[in-house]
């Protein structure tokens, strides 16, 4: 989608919130207030589609032609959703852009959750200007990632899933937010299997640049100084507002 809008709303729809703005393409600045809703229990289509519409109506954008990307929680490909992490299963191979679209009574820009936050730091954060390979990950209820080369986002890594093979269980369930504090570990043991993922991400890929998002971001100088690496790790600028900007700035083109 191509536009010579300023301005895009970005919604960005997550496991335990739905949450919009309104988003000055140019800066990645929000225009608005954030709102925020409950993602509905179950999160099945049709109830997060009347979420959407709730945070659209509270924007008083709901019946505007200002650009509006959608960003979710699973592989997405050609509009369609081929996984669901903390959503209903429904959405495994469902038409999900195509069904907003009707429902919303307009186009959309549709992409990964993950991806698109790496897009709001390429083009207004941590990752703006760097020439080589850049990994973003977002750390929370799972491990995010976005995979950027050269200004281009390669979209659906989904690197939280490597498997930690000793374990038998992907690397997010090892060491995602949600496992320190589901497991009441402190920032140094944390640290420590952040240092595992880290440390296999760069072996395999070898970056020029971690960025390091979601909500624990804030607090980076906790865990980040305890980490080894050969390569750059930094927090995210935009931290739990990337999703919406960066979904808004792929819907303006």
Do not use: C
Not at 115 to 120: L, S, Y
Not at 162 to 174: C, F, P, Q
Not at 193 to 217: A, C, I, K, N, T
């Amino acid at each position: 989608m191509t536009s010579t809008a300023t301005r895009a709303v970005g919604v960005d729809i997550g496991g335990t919130g739905i949450k919009g703005a309104l988003v000055d393409v140019a800066t990645g600045e929000l225009l608005s207030e954030r709102v925020k809703v409950a993602t509905p229990r179950g999160a099945e289509p049709d109830d997060v589609l009347a979420a959407v519409v709730s945070v659209l109506e509270t924007l008083q954008v709901a019946d505007t032609d200002i650009p509006l990307g959608v960003a979710f929680p699973a592989i997405v490909k050609e509009g369609r959703t081929l996984s669901a992490a903390n959503v209903s299963q429904t959405w495994i191979g469902f038409e999900a852009e195509a069904f907003f679209e009707r429902g919303l009574g307009r186009d959309i820009h549709f992409a990964n959750d993950a991806d698109v936050a790496g897009v709001a730091e390429l083009r207004y954060g941590a990752a703006r200007d760097q020439s080589g390979l850049v990994i973003m990950t977002t750390l929370g209820t799972g491990i995010g990632s976005a995979i950027l080369y050269r200004g281009e986002l390669i979209p659906n890594a989904e690197l939280g899933h490597l498997h930690r093979a000793r374990h038998k269980r992907d690397a997010e369930a090892w060491a995602a937010y949600s496992a320190k504090e589901r497991e009441q570990l402190s920032w140094k043991k944390w640290a420590r299997r952040l240092q595992w993922y880290y440390s296999h991400l760069e072996f395999l890929f070898s970056p020029d640049l971690f960025v390091v998002g979601g909500g624990v971001s804030k607090h980076a100088d906790q865990f980040l100084p305890l980490l080894e690496l050969d390569t750059p790790i930094v927090p995210a600028v935009h931290r739990n507002n990337a999703g919406i900007i960066g979904a808004a700035a792929l819907s303006a083109g």
